[in-house]
């Protein structure tokens, strides 16, 4: 089975600042996708980012962008020129190639500081 | 326009009670799903449906039954309600696989067993 883990409960950031978000996962899969989720406090999932993992090349959306490592199975979110808004839950999932369901981490939860 | 929407928002029983929630999308996805977010705000997959076929069923208890009457629906009937179904139940819809496709997630439906 599958296992996405997310080593940090929770994470702050100061208006401006670039955090990163850490997450690993376990698959025997070679062709799959990873994806980041944020859940702000009015508890709606909303998509961040997704990565394709034959593609090489980092996705990037605005300030998020990914650091997607394929050999360490590692898939961190950088989120540049923090925002109030930005604080909310982020959790990672995984599916493989011809999945047809989410595998989430526990979540980080992030608090942005004035 | 709602794309994924749930009835009720909020849900508050008895212990042995029986209950319904109901999801409905209107973005003509094939694909639905039920996840469920426990105190914790750990998120798992429960049922996945398409073109109104279960296909995934997460070891989730006999009590717990899906319903797709058709493509835009998917209900979820508890039977029997205990103290441990409190939870936040999402459902989702996407045009077929989980990779592939952005899952669209309604607004959650908060039960709370007393």
């Known amino acids: 089975a599958q296992t996405v883990t997310q080593s940090q409960p929770e994470m702050s950031v100061q208006e401006a600042e670039t955090v990163t978000l850490s997450c690993t996962y376990d698959?025997?899969?070679?062709?799959?996708?990873l994806f980041w989720y944020k859940q702000p406090p009015s508890r709606q999932m909303i998509l961040v980012i997704r990565?394709?993992?034959?593609?090489?090349q980092n996705a990037t959306e605005n300030r998020f962008s990914v650091n997607f490592q394929k050999a360490a199975k590692s898939f961190s979110l950088k989120i540049s020129d923090s925002q109030l808004g930005d604080a909310a839950m982020y959790f990672c999932?995984?599916?493989?190639?011809?999945?047809?369901?989410?595998?989430f981490g526990k979540g980080t939860s992030l608090l942005v500081t004035p | 326009d709602t794309a994924v929407s749930q009835t009720p928002k909020y849900l508050v029983t008895q212990m042995g009670n029986d209950k319904s929630i109901k999801c409905e999308q209107n973005?003509?996805?094939?694909?639905m799903y039920w996840y469920k977010q426990d105190s914790k705000k750990f998120l798992k997959i429960m049922f996945s449906?398409?073109?109104?076929?279960?296909?995934i069923n997460e070891t989730v208890p006999n009590r717990f039954s899906p319903k797709s009457p058709d493509k835009a629906h998917l209900n979820l009937h508890i039977n029997s309600l205990e103290l441990g179904d409190s939870a936040v139940y999402f459902c989702?819809?996407?045009?077929?696989?989980?990779?592939?496709?952005?899952?669209?997630f309604g607004p959650g439906t908060r039960l709370t067993v007393l």
């Open positions: 973005l003509g996805h094939d694909t």
């Open positions: 698959t025997s899969e070679s062709d799959y996708y």
């Open positions: 449906y398409n073109n109104k076929e279960l296909i």
């Open positions: 999932a995984y599916t493989e190639n011809s999945g047809y369901a989410l595998n």
């Open positions: 989702a819809s996407s045009p077929g696989l989980a990779g592939l496709n952005e899952q669209f």
């Open positions: 990565q394709e993992a034959y593609k090489q």
